[in-house]
């Protein structure tokens, strides 16, 4: 038995902010943004919400793979920036898609998010719990951002994508003589470290406490740590990952690494001695998107032609928590 994903969605606002668009915000510049994130434009919600996008993203994967909404048995949302506490994205994706026979809950591993999905869904399918599972990597930052503040607000962007992925008893080895399915995963966290990326929720202020307490709502940011981190910690945690699948660098197709920062891929790249051709990005067009960032890259690649059967893809993901983690698998 393996796992296949046989059908991917995105969904992006409608909105477009530039960097020239940012300039009239905070002070900062188009040639800064470029230079130090590669950004220069992001999508931003006027109104669409984690769910919504999660929504139109699932629908879309669902259509890829020519499923009814009513076959799905799992929905997985990962997010750390729903509208609502309760109920959970997932259970209004369920509602709006009428996936009324799955079981649906949300996911935060922040960034990691998506990838920590998928190699849950592969524990459950492998497991023969389900046979198979809707994921959505889905944000709304720019409600988390504090946008009087140039040095977070210009890095993120709003979106979702999604995976359907399907347990397969397809066995049939590619002229490349590699097999389709998730080869081998690595999932590591770092708590210790990880208010160096925060956003806090409401503060305990029920009626027994005497002393109420305020907190800053928007997300702080240490990025010179968040950088060093994500330089080492990523190419360690795909070597270890390669490693595990007794693989080498050579052996990958492709990289698809959570969009966070060009500087950092760059950096990835080198560490692993591999050639950035590898690494697709589209981060000029819509920043990070957190835990949408690798299921909306997924998604462009594949509909635009750019993943092939047979072709042996690593997903890297990485960020608050600390967490981050290493996929290793064959389209
Ligand atoms: N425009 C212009 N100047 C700015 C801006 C801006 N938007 N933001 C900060 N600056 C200024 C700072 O105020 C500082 O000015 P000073 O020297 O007068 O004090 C100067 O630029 C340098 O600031 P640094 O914070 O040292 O800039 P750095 O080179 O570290 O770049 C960055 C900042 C891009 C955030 C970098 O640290 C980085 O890439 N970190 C990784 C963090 C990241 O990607 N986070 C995303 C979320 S986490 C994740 O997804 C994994």
Request: hydrophobic share 45%.
């Amino acid at each position: 038995m393996t796992i296949k994903i046989t059908g991917t969605g995105s969904e992006l606002p409608e909105k477009i902010v530039t960097n020239f668009d940012m300039q009239e915000l905070v002070e900062t510049s188009d040639e800064w943004i470029r230079e130090r994130t590669g950004i220069a434009e992001r999508r931003i919600s006027t109104g669409e919400t984690v769910s919504s996008l999660s929504a139109k993203a699932c629908q879309k994967a669902l259509e890829m793979a020519g499923k009814a909404a009513s076959e799905v048995e799992l929905i997985i949302v990962a997010t750390c920036s729903p509208e609502l506490l309760l109920p959970c994205c997932a259970c209004q994706v369920q509602d709006m898609i009428g996936a009324s026979n799955a079981a649906a809950f949300d996911m935060n591993a922040a960034c990691s998010g998506f990838l920590f999905a998928l190699n849950t869904v592969n524990a459950y399918l492998q497991a023969g719990i389900y046979k198979n599972a809707l994921i959505a990597g889905s944000e709304v930052l720019s409600k988390l951002v504090d946008w009087t503040d140039r040095g977070t607000c210009v890095l993120f962007g709003d979106g979702a994508g999604a995976a359907f992925v399907e347990a397969s008893a397809d066995d049939a080895v590619y002229d490349n003589g590699r097999k389709a399915g998730l080869e081998c995963m690595v999932q590591g966290s770092d708590g210790a470290k990880g208010m160096v990326l925060s956003c806090a929720e409401r503060p305990v202020n029920n009626a027994f406490v005497s002393e109420k307490q305020t907190v800053n709502p928007y997300i702080q940011m240490n990025g010179q740590e968040v950088y060093k981190f994500a330089t080492r910690q990523v190419p360690a945690c795909i070597n270890k990952a390669l490693d595990k699948a007794g693989l080498c660098v050579d052996d990958v197709d492709l990289f698809i690494l959570h969009q966070a920062n060009v500087r950092i891929i760059e950096s990835v790249a080198k560490r692993l001695k591999a050639d950035i051709a590898k690494f697709p990005m589209n981060l000029d067009k819509v920043g990070n998107m957190s835990s949408a960032t690798i299921p909306v890259l997924l998604d462009e690649l594949n509909r635009s032609g750019k993943i092939k059967k047979g072709d042996r893809i690593v997903l890297s993901g990485f960020g608050a928590g600390l967490t981050y983690g290493a996929s290793v698998l064959v389209w």
